[in-house]
Antibody, heavy 120, light 107 residues
Framework: EVQLVESGGGLGQPGGSLRLSCAAS????????MDWVRQAPGKGLEWVGRTRNKANSYTTEYAASVKGRFTISRDDSKNSLYLQMNSLKTEDTAVYYC???????????WGQGTLVTVSS | DIQLTQSPSFLSASVGDRVTITCRASQGISSYLAWYQQKPRKAPKLLIYVASTLQSGVPSRFSGSGSGTEFTLTISSLQPEDFATYYC?????????FGQGTRLEIK
């Protein structure tokens, strides 16, 4: 069964850091582009960033709202990806989803999400 | 950035109704559009991709159409489990963007 499980959410301080993890199972994450998508409380979906697959050298793209503050990385040995979140802002408060991209045309698998709250 | 505007933002309908949700892109995106359904406190679920391809396991009452800048999601006969929020997403270019969502409620 294809599955994504996020962890690492919680309370972060403005200006602080948090690291989210996403463990993939049932498939090889290195074969797929993988994204992070977030959803602020009561709001819509916002794309955060992408790490392309191994064939595309794991290159990354980011939304303007997080570029320079957030970094996506992978560990193939653990079939996992990560979202390092620095210089946190209150507007980063959201549920963060790790997602699998299929064929660059759709998100076909979503994790359950992990809540990040940025507050002093 | 490509903006996606969904209409309506809120829709009240009855079981058995046919409903259509529109997604308009601020510039052409070919057919690189997907539709998702989200229920409260759950992750979204893929319904349609490349504008009109039904994801495996999704009921055939869901259909999608369009290309370029205008797209539609149609539910031919609403079932109780269809009351949810629907989002379109463009994957034509970065940054990837979503529509603001259409909340479908029971009349």
């Amino acid at each position: 069964e294809v599955q994504l499980v996020e962890s690492g959410g919680g309370l972060g301080q403005p200006g602080g850091s948090l690291r989210l993890s996403c463990a993939a199972s049932g498939f090889s994450a290195s074969d797929h582009h993988m994204d992070w998508v977030r959803q602020a409380p009561g709001k819509g979906l916002e794309w955060v960033g992408r790490t392309r697959n191994k064939a595309n050298s794991y290159t990354t793209e980011y939304a303007a709202s997080v570029k320079g503050r957030f970094t996506i990385s992978r560990d193939d040995s653990k079939n996992s990806l990560y979202l390092q979140m620095n210089s946190l802002k209150t507007e980063d408060t959201a549920v963060y989803y790790c997602v699998r991209v299929e064929g660059s045309t759709r998100i076909d698998c979503w994790g359950q999400g992990t809540l990040v709250t940025v507050s002093s | 950035d490509i903006q996606l505007t969904q209409s309506p933002s809120f829709l009240s309908a009855s079981v058995g109704d046919r409903v259509t949700i529109t997604c308009r892109a601020s510039q052409g995106i070919s057919s690189y559009l997907a539709w998702y359904q989200q229920k409260p406190r759950k992750a979204p679920k893929l319904l349609i991709y490349v504008a009109s391809t039904l994801q495996s396991g999704v009921p055939s009452r869901f259909s999608g159409s369009g290309s370029g800048t205008e797209f539609t999601l149609t539910i031919s006969s609403l079932q109780p489990e269809d009351f949810a929020t629907y989002y379109c997403q463009q994957l034509n270019s970065f940054p990837i963007t979503f529509g603001q969502g259409t909340r479908l409620e029971i009349k």
